[in-house]
């Protein structure tokens, strides 16, 4: 009868940790931080993914806040390369068109023939393209950067984590060495 008994009371006293291992597993689900969230936050308003992630880390890490005045640098020099550049696309043919339309005759630009517009506009275009690959090329890093540092909000790089290696005896007759790895 009292191995009945002890079984029966181990029974109950596994489901009572069996249920609070749950309750707290679904309490950490809900503190989770979302990758997904900081990647669809940042692809619809650059930095906001930033903002997201910087908010999310605990105080004494917060560090993603000076990313969005770069990012809105890289965006902003970028997007007035590329207007500039397709305005000056714009004018070098519009200058071309009226040289041929009119035979000869000078508006703008004056110190370039035919042959120097044309290999401007070819040039001028070539910087547009380019400062539009570099603006692409700043949004997809913030994007990925926002998603990568919500990967690392909750990383532990605290001065905690270390490797110990210690001597290791066994009864004077085994000797080696011990490995501990302590997390907190």
């Keep these: 009868m009292k191995p009945i008994f002890y079984f029966f009371l181990l029974f109950i006293a596994s489901q009572n940790f069996a249920l609070s291992q749950a309750d707290s597993t679904v309490q950490e689900k809900d503190t989770v931080h979302s990758v997904r969230k900081a990647t669809i936050l940042s692809a619809a308003l650059p930095g906001a993914g930033q903002i997201y992630n910087h908010l999310a880390q605990p105080k004494g890490k917060k560090k993603a806040f000076w990313k969005v005045p770069l990012i809105y640098g890289g965006l902003g020099f970028t997007g007035y390369s590329i207007i500039s550049n397709h305005s ?6 519009k200058e071309y ?10 508006n703008a630009f004056p110190e370039y023939d035919q042959n120097g517009l044309i290999l401007l506009e070819q040039q ?3 910087f547009r393209d380019y400062s539009i690959l570099a603006f692409v090329f700043v949004y997809v890093l913030q994007v990925t950067d926002a998603a990568v540092e919500a990967h690392f909000v909750n990383f532990d790089i605290s001065k905690d984590l270390s490797l110990n290696i210690k001597p290791w005896t066994y009864q004077t007759t085994y000797t080696g060495l011990s490995l501990s790895f302590n997390f907190r």
């Design 97 to 106: 068109r009226f040289r041929d339309e009119n035979l000869g005759s000078v």
């Design 124 to 126: 001028s275009a070539n």
């Design 88 to 93: 000056a696309v714009l004018n070098y043919r």
